[in-house]
């Protein structure tokens, strides 16, 4: 997984090179928020795979090992930082 998130993160990087070539090059507006709005959802995809990974792995073992209100606590993190 971490070798996939790395690879998406590069991705990302270019794309963000790529708003700043628009920027230089003047391109039109709403191309330009086109690619913000790629950029956003590519990175939320990312969040969205490291938050199922730490719930399904982290929390899963901290259960399992009775710390409770240790892994309820990083639940509710992870479900106010998603809301953000």
């Known amino acids: 997984m971490k070798q996939k998130l790395i690879r998406r993160l590069k991705i990302i990087e270019g794309q963000v090179r790529g708003l700043q070539e628009m920027l230089d090059k003047d391109s039109y507006c709403i191309d330009i928020i086109t690619q913000t709005s790629a950029v956003k959802q590519a990175l939320s995809g990312v969040e969205d795979a490291l938050m199922e990974n ?5 929390v899963v073992h901290q259960i399992k090992d009775k710390k ?9 993190k992870v479900y106010q930082l998603k809301r953000k």
Do not use: N, R
């Open 68 to 76: 409770e209100k240790i892994a309820i606590k990083e639940i509710l």
């Open 54 to 58: 730490h719930l399904g792995t982290c």
